[in-house]
Nanobody, 119 residues
């Protein structure tokens, strides 16, 4: 059974940084591309960033490009999202999921971790 457990969210001021994590189990993590998606209050799911098997190639959505960086540690079965220059519009619940690109929105995901950007 695929299990994804996100953590590391919190309240941060605009311009601040935060790193969220996703612990994976129940499948061979290293054999899957992985992604982060988010859901802002009152809005639908939005693809954020993806990383390939092995981690050599990444892609990010335009609103977060050059501010958010996805990475993975296959030894720890963990996915990361380093977020910097956070803005109020980044406020959302952040989820990790399997797969690569914008078509991952319907894939299984964890319970999410809340990121709130506010002064």
């Amino acid at each position: 059974e695929v299990q994804l457990v996100e953590s590391g969210g919190g309240l941060v001021q605009p311009g601040g940084s935060l790193k969220v994590s996703c612990a994976a189990s129940g499948f061979t993590f290293s054999s899957y591309p992985m992604s982060w998606i988010r859901q802002a209050p009152g809005k639908g799911l939005e693809w954020v960033s993806s990383i390939t098997i092995g981690g050599k190639i990444t892609a990010s959505a335009a609103p977060v490009k050059d501010r958010f960086f996805i990475s993975r540690d296959d030894n720890r079965n963990t996915l990361y999202l380093q977020m910097s220059d956070l803005r109020p519009e980044d406020t959302a619940v952040y989820y990790c999921t399997t797969g690569y690109g914008g078509g991952v929105l319907s894939n299984s995901r964890g319970q999410g971790t809340q990121v709130t950007v506010s002064s």
